[in-house]
């Protein structure tokens, strides 16, 4: 059964820094996509950064300069770098993996990160 924990959410001031990660574990498959997501109170979730089996990265418009997203393979665990963070930010952060060949799509349970003005 594949089960995804994240960690490293919390509460931060505006300029601050929090670095999630995600483990996987169950994994019999190969992983091709790994990436973030979040969802503020009263809106939609949306994606935050992807990074694919060859390392190529995707980042949403409002967080690129300021987040950095890692894959370590071995491990199967994906992270989030979160630099000059701001209150609009703050939400739920969900972690996602696909399998390579089924396309199957797997979430964590999520991780709140709060940031103060």
């Known amino acids: 059964q594949v089960q995804l924990v994240e960690s490293g959410g919390g509460l931060v001031q505006a300029g601050g820094s929090l670095r999630l990660s995600c483990a996987a574990s169950?994994?019999?498959?190969?992983?091709?996509?790994m990436g973030w997501y979040r969802q503020a109170p009263g809106k939609q979730r949306e994606v935050v950064a992807t990074?694919?089996?060859?390392?190529?990265?995707i980042y949403a418009s409002s967080v690129k300069g300021r987040f950095t997203i890692s894959r370590d393979n071995a491990k199967n665990t994906v992270y989030l770098q979160m630099d000059s963070l701001k209150p609009e930010d703050t939400a739920v952060y969900y972690c996602n993996i696909r399998d390579a060949t089924s396309t199957r799509s797997y979430w964590g349970q999520g991780t709140q990160v709060t940031v103060s003005s």
């Open positions: 990074i694919n089996s060859l390392a190529f990265r």
């Open positions: 169950g994994i019999t498959f190969r992983i091709n996509d």
